[in-house]
């Protein structure tokens, strides 16, 4: 009898060896590395700016479209079958799928960005710079980048629930458009050798980058310096982490560690309120809401086309993080697809638009409102702070400003553990399921494949932490946002052409 093969190396080798190829020259070389790259960026930026803040709006246009048309009422799966988890629980998942432990960091730090280096006409510095500051921190968690997230999902979501296609991949999504003979040959395997590649690289990217918000609380905490042993200590505790919620699977372990999480943060953000600033943290939430409606346009296409000079923090980092989202889409949406499994095609959308949306805006709120308000006050020069120090430094001081400094750090450090956990073992099992060679319409990815994805991302990870190279691949993941952006609208023409071909609307939907 012939061995089940496990993986398809048919794809994940060639993702890996590109990886090592980049890896290496990048650590090698990462000053001279992270200058070509940055000008290669700096590049795109001023040529296709508008490009991806257009890419943005379309998408949630598309988003409105697939919800509130005839596509939306359309049933991912037997509409006689209730959905696998309640609202709550799945809402929860995308949340923390969604956002991970970068919220802590945006939310805490990301309005001093603003304003330090605003836009042309606001003076460097002054209330209406934070205010401004910390309603754009708002509009990066906001519609667009949640729909960047879904909106290949539609797609994904169909052939695995409804065609029950065997193999959980972005080129059998594309079969309809491609053809068979494309799809199996060379077009298929660029597909998801692209996916691999920008999921790889961007969690090799996440853990090395997310371990600092840990690292610099805990080394606060301790009154000890920040080291590589102790972020590795720390790596070492998230790994078996995420490794155990991957291979416990979605209702064991990635469930449960995400409905924990979102309680958890909702804790903090009521400590943050009542031991602190409360009264100032609601009225500033209330004015960043306001300033983030009437200014939410000027976000999402500004340019500064008519400023000469060089681009603001709001225009450089806009597209920055909207190709930076690209490259995350194929992963957020397949294992939405994933999950999606009962739910029409608009509980999906919505869900994944509106929930982390939600609760990132609340979060931005507490944590931001705290930060502006030791600035205005003079408790913390934190705008000379995240100019003079290690920005991650800087959140363990605002935090210690707190009474029960101590126990906030420690609930702090908690919260951003699970988060980014969440996001790894989301991405830990997304992987695994994408290149196993089970018929995943009925079957879990094998534990043991879960086990090697994470061994996989961990060690990427910490060399390129020893060696240098994060940096350099953190543009690279953003460079590669490109070619996601054409595959998005691939997806989307596929997911319109299968609901057409099978006038889904009239017989996958609940009676």
């Not at 001023?46 to 009422?73: H, N, P, Q, R, T």
């Not at 003079?378 to 210690?400: C, F, H, K, W, Y």
């Not at 240098?468 to 998005?488: D, K, N, R, Y």
């Amino acid at each position: 009898m012939k061995k089940e093969k496990l993986i398809e190396y048919k794809i994940f080798i060639p993702a890996i060896i590109i990886i090592l190829a980049l890896c290496i020259p990048l650590g090698l070389y990462e000053t001279r590395s992270l200058e070509v790259l940055n000008s290669i960026f700096t590049s795109i930026v001023e040529m296709f700016s508008w490009g991806y803040l257009w890419y943005g709006i379309i998408l949630v246009g598309a988003a409105l479209f697939f919800s509130f048309s005839k596509y939306g009422k359309v049933v991912l799966g037997n509409p006689k079958e209730k959905p696998r988890l309640s609202l709550f629980e799945y809402a929860s998942i995308l949340i923390a799928m969604g956002i991970g432990s970068t919220i802590m960091r945006t939310g805490m730090l990301q309005w001093s960005s603003v304003a330090n280096n605003p836009p042309a006409g606001t003076e460097a510095g002054s209330p209406e710079a934070m205010l401004m500051g910390n309603a754009y921190s708002m509009f990066l968690w906001g519609f667009q980048v949640f729909a960047i997230f879904v909106m290949i999902a539609p797609a994904m979501a169909y052939i695995l629930h409804v065609k029950k296609r065997p193999l959980m991949r972005i080129s059998e999504a594309a079969r309809v458009i491609l053809g068979d003979k494309l799809t199996d040959g060379w077009a298929g395997k660029l597909l998801d050798v692209l996916f691999l590649l920008s999921i790889l690289t961007g969690a090799a990217v996440t853990l090395g980058l997310g371990a600092p918000i840990v690292t610099y609380n805990l080394a606060a905490l301790l009154n000890i310096n920040v080291s590589f042993g102790l972020t590795l200590i720390v790596t070492v505790v998230w790994v078996l982490l995420f490794s155990a919620s991957a291979y416990l699977g979605i209702e064991k372990g990635i469930k449960r560690l995400s409905t924990f999480n979102v309680y958890l943060a909702a804790a903090f953000g009521i400590f943050i309120v009542l031991a602190g600033p409360g009264v100032f943290i609601m009225n500033f939430f209330t004015d960043s809401v306001s300033y983030l409606f009437a200014n939410y346009l000027s976000f999402s296409l500004s340019t500064d086309s008519v400023y000469q000079g060089e681009a603001s923090h709001v225009q450089s980092n806009t597209v920055f993080w909207f190709a930076y989202s690209a490259t995350w889409a194929m992963l957020h949406s397949v294992f939405a697809a994933r999950i999606s499994k009962g739910r029409t095609i608009k509980e999906m959308i919505l869900t994944y638009m509106l929930a982390p949306t939600l609760l990132s805006w609340i979060a931005t709120g507490v944590l931001g409102g705290l930060g502006v308000h030791r600035q205005l006050t003079g408790q913390l020069n934190i705008l000379e702070l995240v100019q003079t120090e290690d920005r991650m430094a800087v959140i363990p001081e605002i935090l210690s400003t707190l009474p029960l400094s101590g126990l906030a750090i420690v609930v702090f450090i908690i919260v951003s553990l699970v988060f980014l956990t969440t996001t790894l073992d989301s991405t830990t099992y997304t992987v695994a399921a994408y290149t196993s060679t089970r018929d995943m319409s009925n079957h879990e990815p094998p534990k043991s494949l879960r086990l090697i994805i994470a061994a996989i991302i961990t060690v990427l990870a910490l060399v390129l932490m020893r060696i240098g190279g994060l940096a350099p691949l953190e543009v690279i993941s953003g460079l590669m946002g490109l070619p996601i952006i054409l595959i998005t609208f691939l997806m989307l023409f596929a997911a319109k052409k299968m609901l057409d071909n099978d006038e889904a609307w009239k017989h996958n939907i609940r009676k």
